[in-house]
């Protein structure tokens, strides 16, 4: 028996396999997608329900638009509020409208310290045992039992931009920073609604330990492929 022959058979079977499995769809599936977004840098915030506004700022009060921010049908309204926690306070907290079904607040980490209350990362709307607030108006004040957290960094992305991008609402995906404090950021949610404008929503501490700023661009990398 000829063992080179064989041997270089075998190889050969190797290989091939080897180049089949890095053209499966697995490994085209991961690969990066160029996508430019524009930074979009939140400060302290609050989002009210009908019931918190009334008492805060009296029954049947209104929002009074202040300045428009980039999604859609949503702004900074002229309301502000003071939070007091069991440490500190913070005022001219900015009320964002349009109202919601539930009160949110959210803060930065260092906005926690200055409370005294520990906020949890969490997207929007997901507020289980998070810790509450008190919230005073001008005419009224609400203690709040939980709703307070760090906004988890997401980009809003339009389904047309998403298909194009293979994105998929809930996946993460890396966005990268150049700059003289550039780096990555993962575990960045994409947030896939009819409406959206194309935009990376980071909190102030984010933002300044990556040097970026309302308007900056930075790149999106699809990282992983998660399905539901
Ligand atoms: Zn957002």
């Given at each position: 028996m000829n063992y080179t022959e064989q041997q270089a058979e075998w190889i050969t079977q190797q290989i091939l396999h080897e180049l089949a499995a890095r053209k499966s769809p697995a490994a085209s599936a991961t690969a990066p997608v160029a996508l430019e977004i524009p930074v979009g840098v939140s400060n302290r915030h609050i989002h009210l329900c009908r019931e918190d506004m009334d008492i805060l700022f009296g029954y049947g009060s209104t929002l009074t638009r202040f300045k428009a921010v980039k999604q859609p049908g949503q702004y900074a309204a002229e309301e502000v509020v003071t939070l007091r926690g069991p440490k500190g306070e913070l005022s001219n907290v900015r009320v964002l409208g349009p109202l919601r079904n539930t009160t949110q607040v959210e803060i930065s980490v260092a906005d926690g310290f200055a409370l005294g209350a520990k906020a949890p990362v969490r997207m929007?709307?997901?507020?289980?045992?998070s810790p509450g607030i008190d919230i005073i108006g001008p005419k009224g004040r609400v203690v709040k039992h939980n709703g307070m957290i760090v906004a988890w960094r997401h980009i809003h992305i339009s389904p047309q931009e998403a298909e194009q991008h293979g994105l998929r609402d809930g996946m993460e995906i890396d966005v990268k920073t150049d700059g003289p404090r550039g780096g990555v950021l993962s575990h960045v949610v994409v947030r896939v609604t009819a409406d959206a404008v194309l935009e990376l929503h980071i909190d102030v501490e984010e933002a300044n330990g990556f040097g970026l700023r309302n308007g900056d661009r930075v790149r999106g990398i699809k990282q992983d492929v998660r399905h539901g």
């Open positions: 929007s709307g997901d507020l289980l045992e």
